[in-house]
C-alpha cells in the first residue's frame, strides 16, 4: 500500500527545476478523505446559504491578501508569463465574489401553482438539496482557476468538494486549500485528492457527482465509469475552436484577437484560437498584420523576464504534440511564417508560430494541438468558412468577425459550438452569467452560468402538502364508478379546449 509520505516532484516548465513536492495519496487514503468530508458535509449544508456564501468571502480576502504568493507558486509550476499568472490569481476572486452573491436566490425554495383540479388542493414546491460529495478532477493549464470555478458553486450548493488537480500543477491551489482549512479554519468540506491517474480514478469511484476537465478521451472514460454509478457528470472536454474573419471585419482587430486569442497562456486555453479561416479579399492583409504581432512578442524561458508575453509551455508531452502538428503540416505543404521550432533551454517551450497554405485534412486543423501555434486557411467566401468551421468532431467555441452585427449573430446560430464570440475572442469564459459548455466531442453540460452553476451540484426534491385534509380524497379507496366517472368529467372539464371534449358528447 502506498503511503501518503510518497511525494511526486514538482518542476518548473521554464528550466526544469524541482519547485516543490506534493504527496501522493492510495486508493484507501482517498476513501478515508471521502468519509471524512460526508462525515463533515451535514453541518455545512446546514449553515445555508447566506453563511457559506460568508466563508467563501472570506476565501476571497485571503486570496487577495496573498496574491503575490500564489502568482509565484503559479508561475513555478506552470511556467506561465507574469500577466498570464496574474489575470489568473485575480480572477478567481471575481469567481467567489460573483457566485457568493448568487446563493440565496440559486437555492432558495420555488412555489408551482396547480396547473389543475387533481391538485388544486395542493401546495406544491421544489427545494434543492446539494450532493453530498462532488469530486472535481482538473488539468495543467489552469491551476487556480478551473478548480475555483467549480469547487466554489458546489461549496455554496452546501455540498462537500474533494479536487483532484493535476501532478503537474498542485502548488498554488494546494495552498489555497490549506488556507481554507488551517489559516481560515472553515469547515471541513474542502480537500485535495493528490497523485496521478490512478488517484483520479478512486475520486470517481467515491464521488457523487463528478466534474472534470481534460481530454476526450479520459472524459469519455469518466462518463462511462459515472453512467455505470449511476451518478451525474460534467465534462469539458477538448476543443479545436474556429475564427472566422469576413471581408467586412477590422482586420486590425481581428489580427490582434488572434493574436492573443491564439496565443495566451501559450496556447493552452480550451477555447485558444485553433484555427482561422479568412476570406479571400482580406486574407493578405490579415496575416501581414498577424505576423507582425506575433514576430512582436517576447517569448523564451527565462524566469527573470517578467514582461514575457508567451510563457513556457507545461511539460514534454504537449511539446511533443504542437512539433508532431507543425512537421505534419510543413510536410503536407504548409509554410511558417514565423516561430515553428522548440525553445530554446532546458525548459518546455515553443516557439509563437503562424502557419499558412494550411488545408483542413491537417492535423493542425483536426486535432487539439493546445499550443502557440495559429494555422491561418483562405476560403472563398462566408459560407465556406461555415462549412470548415463546422467540419469537427468539436465544439466548444467559436468567434466571428463582421462589421455588421447582425450578419455576425446569424452565423453565430449556423456553428455548431456551445458559445460564439462576435468580434471578440474568449469573451464567453468572463462572463460567469452564461454557461460554459462544449458540442459534440467537447463535452457534457456546462460550467458557470449563473445560478445553474449552483444549482447543477443540487438534486431537485418535489414537496406537496395538502392543504385540507378530508379522511379520504376521491382517487382513493374504496374505488366506486361514480368516483371514476366523477373524477373523468372533472379531468374533460380542465383539459379538453372545445365544448364537444368537454361535455363528452
Known amino acids: 500500500m502506498r503511503g501518503v509520505t510518497e511525494t511526486l516532484a514538482v518542476h518548473d516548465p521554464t528550466d526544469g527545476r ?13 476513501q478515508a478523505l471521502a468519509t471524512r468530508l460526508r462525515a463533515a458535509q451535514p453541518a455545512w449544508e446546514a449553515l445555508g446559504p447566506k453563511a457559506r456564501a460568508e466563508h467563501v468571502g472570506r476565501l476571497r480576502d485571503w486570496v487577495l491578501d496573498h496574491q503575490d504568493e500564489l502568482v509565484t507558486l503559479l508561475r513555478s509550476e506552470s511556467g506561465k508569463s507574469m500577466p498570464d499568472a496574474a489575470l489568473e490569481a485575480m480572477g478567481i476572486v471575481d469567481v467567489m465574489t460573483f457566485f457568493a452573491g448568487k446563493a440565496e436566490s440559486a437555492l432558495a425554495d420555488e412555489s408551482q401553482r396547480p396547473h389543475g383540479p387533481l391538485t388544486m ?16 478532477i482538473t ?16 461549496l455554496l450548493a452546501g455540498a462537500a468538494v474533494m479536487v483532484k488537480p493535476s501532478e503537474y500543477t498542485p502548488l498554488a491551489l494546494q495552498r489555497m486549500v490549506r488556507a481554507w482549512n488551517e489559516d481560515l479554519g472553515a469547515p471541513d468540506v474542502f480537500a485535495l485528492a493528490l497523485g496521478t491517474g490512478d488517484v483520479g480514478e478512486s475520486v470517481v469511484e467515491v464521488s457523487d457527482y463528478v466534474q472534470f476537465t481534460g481530454s476526450t478521451v479520459t472524459g469519455r472514460k469518466i462518463g462511462v ?13 477538448g476543443g479545436k475552436d474556429p475564427m472566422l474573419v ?23 486555453v480550451c477555447t485558444s484560437v485553433e484555427r482561422v479561416y479568412v476570406e479571400s479579399a482580406v486574407y493578405d492583409e490579415f496575416v501581414d498584420q498577424l505576423v507582425e504581432r506575433v514576430r512582436g512578442l517576447r517569448h523564451g524561458p527565462s524566469a527573470t523576464d517578467d514582461l514575457r508575453d508567451v510563457g513556457a509551455m507545461a511539460n514534454a508531452n504537449q511539446v511533443d504534440v504542437v512539433e508532431r502538428h507543425v512537421n505534419d503540416a510543413i510536410a503536407s505543404g504548409a509554410r511558417v511564417l514565423t516561430g ?7 525548459g518546455f517551450s515553443y516557439e509563437p508560430t503562424v502557419l499558412v497554405d494550411v488545408d483542413q485534412d491537417m492535423l493542425v486543423m483536426r486535432e487539439e494541438t493546445f499550443g502557440p501555434v495559429i494555422p491561418v486557411m483562405r476560403v472563398t467566401d462566408a459560407e465556406q468558412a461555415i462549412e470548415l468551421a463546422n467540419d469537427s468532431p468539436y465544439g466548444l467555441s467559436a468567434s466571428v468577425w463582421t462589421s455588421s452585427k447582425d450578419r455576425g449573430l446569424a452565423i453565430a446560430r449556423r456553428l455548431e459550438v456551445g458559445a460564439v464570440n462576435v468580434n ?6 468572463f462572463a460567469f452569467g452564461l454557461p460554459m459548455g462544449g458540442w459534440k466531442r467537447s463535452g457534457l453540460g456546462a460550467r458557470l452560468g449563473g445560478e445553474d452553476a449552483i444549482r447543477k451540484y443540487c438534486r431537485s426534491q418535489a414537496v406537496t402538502v395538502a392543504r385540507m385534509t378530508p379522511a379520504t380524497e376521491l382517487a382513493w379507496y374504496p374505488y ?4 371514476t366517472k366523477l373524477a373523468g368529467r372533472i379531468v374533460r372539464l380542465s383539459a379538453a379546449r372545445d365544448l364537444r371534449r368537454r361535455l363528452g358528447v
Not at 414546491?125 to 453530498?132: F, L, T
Not at 493549464?141 to 478551473?146: A, R, W, Y
Not at 515553428?340 to 532546458?346: T, V
Not at 471578440?424 to 469564459?429: A, E, K
Request: with cysteine.
Open 480 to 483: 366506486a364508478s361514480w368516483k
Open 225 to 237: 465509469r459515472c453512467a455505470e454509478r449511476l451518478i451525474p457528470c460534467g465534462l469539458e472536454l
Open 340 to 346: 515553428g521550432r522548440r525553445g530554446a533551454g532546458p
Open 139 to 154: 488539468p495543467w493549464n489552469f491551476p487556480l482557476t478551473l478548480p475555483v470555478m467549480d469547487a466554489i458553486p458546489a
Open 18 to 30: 524541482v519547485v516543490g513536492d506534493a504527496p501522493t495519496q492510495s486508493r484507501e487514503e482517498v
Open 121 to 136: 388542493g395542493k401546495q406544491l414546491g421544489v427545494r434543492r438539496r446539494p450532493y453530498p460529495l462532488v469530486g472535481i
Open 424 to 429: 471578440d475572442v474568449l469573451s464567453n469564459l
Open 246 to 268: 469576413l471581408a467586412d471585419a477590422n482586420i486590425e482587430r481581428a489580427a490582434n484577437a488572434a493574436a492573443w486569442g491564439g496565443l495566451v497562456n501559450s496556447g493552452q
